[in-house]
């Protein structure tokens, strides 16, 4: 057997322009399967954090007549009893409370419909990493103006100049938007930082003030220390008024959130839409939610469903509705449906290129080695012992340019990850039009890695079939005549 592998491997190599191509079908099957998975993965992952994980969370509980008439009357009781049920269930990480209903935004000069959503400030943290939204840098004119005397190159500057009155919550953003290499941020990003600083403030418990995000803040051209009037309609009908000071504004990576929404703690909030009742005897207070925003640790539809049903289960109530984010954003579930099913699609078309790219190679290695295929045979080499050696071949170049593949791929998988593309110009606005982050990141190793190996694995093996065949059908003397 030993010698097998020596006239297998000297035999891959005996022809290397045959074997390179060989090799290079199956690298570029495996390189482009990886890579366009992984993007194609990569943006759910990103649509599903800006929509569910950093706002809805995977499962919502709200009044069972919620969905169906999406109004603040139809909100539903807060009871820390009922919280600590849900948060008895071993899958559930983070219980947010909230309340949220639609209002109207006043400035000096501009006015706006808004989301104004009551928040538990330290829970929502916990579930959506608010705190490092907050704004920490804002490009001004006289910070352009103040950072030009540090002997900053001329590029930046006018790099700077374009993107004034904008904010940063993440270095990462700003050094993609001013194009900066690494060397550049580390030297440069410091300086722009202590002339651009932004100071804001996360709401605390009983807080008056609210947090006001970027987009909105730049409609409305208002500033952390500014007041902001808000007008709308309370529970059943009742006039809610509020005038609020800004502590800080929060970059959101959702685009239509970042455009709309308000942040007040959750009592302030409950106060300005009235939505509490009072018993008979005036001696109890019940408050009301919108919904229970419930964060998972594992997020698989299995884990899911099962953490849905023990929540149910729990609470023990027919007055709730607990709903997965799959039923819950429709829109966004059929969306990754439609667009995996695409994908999924392009994808065997490419498994179909490449697999009749490498039958073509392996029909070419057959019709130049039938003569020599007949010489071993008519010398007394039996078929069987034949088609295991041009079988052991197939392996080798299949395993050189399968773990080729894979090599290559690593690094771009990890960057794509760590730094992910920002689009810019016509393709991001379109992704800004459907609410979604215009950034296209690379998904993590995960089962999608091996299902494309194993996916390229069968198609070498099914293309393998035909040269065992030929040499089973082998006549020797047409061989021979070559």
Sequence with gaps: MKDFFKIAWRNVWRNKRRSLITMSSIFFAVFLALIMRSFQLGSYESMINSMVEMYSGYIQIENKDFPEDNTIDNSSEYSENIISKIESVENVKTVVPRLSSFSYAYSKDQSKGILFTGINPQKENEMTGLIKQLVNVKITEQAVNNIKQKNVPREIINKLLTIVNNYYSDDKILKFDLELSNDEAREYIPI??????????????????????????????????????????????????????????????????????????????????????????????????STYAVNLKNKDDESIANSRDEIIKNINSDLFLVRGWKDANKELANQIKSDNETGVLMIMLLYVVIAFGVLGTVLMM?????????????????????????????AFISFVALVSGILVSVPFIILGNIFPIRLKGEMAQMMISYGFEPVMPLAWFGSYYTDQVISVIVIVLLVMIYPLISINRLEIIKALRG
């Design 192 to 289: 722009i930082k202590k002339y651009a600083a932004y100071k804001n403030e996360y709401l605390k418990q009983n807080d008056k003030g609210v947090l006001i995000s970027a987009g909105l803040a730049k409609y409305l051209k208002l500033d952390v220390g500014d007041s902001i009037i808000l007008m709308g309609m309370g529970y059943h009908g009742v006039s809610a008024a509020g005038k609020f000071k800004i502590k800080g504004i929060v970059l959101l990576p959702n685009p239509k959130l970042n455009d709309m929404i308000i942040y007040g703690e959750l009592n302030n909030v409950q106060h300005y839409f009235s939505t509490y009742t009072v018993s008979d005897d005036f001696k109890d207070t019940t408050f009301l939610l």
């Design 366 to 394: 057959i019709a130049e080695r039938q003569r020599e295929m007949g010489v071993m045979i008519a010398v007394g080499m039996k078929k069987t012992k034949l088609a295991l050696i041009v079988s052991i071949e197939m």
